[in-house]
Nanobody, 124 residues
């Protein structure tokens, strides 16, 4: 069974940075697109960022553009989310997900596998 494991969440002050990691248990994820989504208490899950299978294309929600950067590791079955200039409104559980089309859709319904999530809390 495929597993996605996120790490790197925590508590940070506004303006600070965190780097989330997501490792897939199988090398076949090197051909999957990987996405990051988040869900704050009382809110629906929302798209944050995604990267296509090759790492050549990235996509961002307007709310995080120019602050967050998504990238893939050399082995391609690891994905990172570098989060800078964090704001209290970025507080949420962050999930990584794998998409078999390889394209990097912003639609959560297109993703086949999900991690368990990691909490990010930004204090004001």
């Amino acid at each position: 069974q495929v597993h996605l494991v996120e790490s790197g969440g925590g508590l940070v002050q506004a303006g600070g940075s965190l780097r989330l990691s997501c490792a897939a248990s199988e090398r076949t994820f090197s051909i999957y697109a990987m996405g990051w989504f988040r869900q704050a208490p009382g809110k629906e899950r929302e798209f944050v960022a995604s990267i296509n299978w090759s790492g050549g294309s990235t996509y961002y929600a307007d709310s995080v553009k120019d602050r967050f950067t998504v990238s893939r590791g050399n082995a391609k079955n690891t994905v990172y989310l570098q989060m800078n200039s964090l704001k209290p409104e970025d507080t949420a559980v962050y999930y990584c997900a794998g998409e078999s089309s390889g394209l990097g859709s912003p639609q959560g319904g297109q993703y086949d596998y999900w991690g368990q999530g990691t909490q990010v809390t930004v204090s004001s």
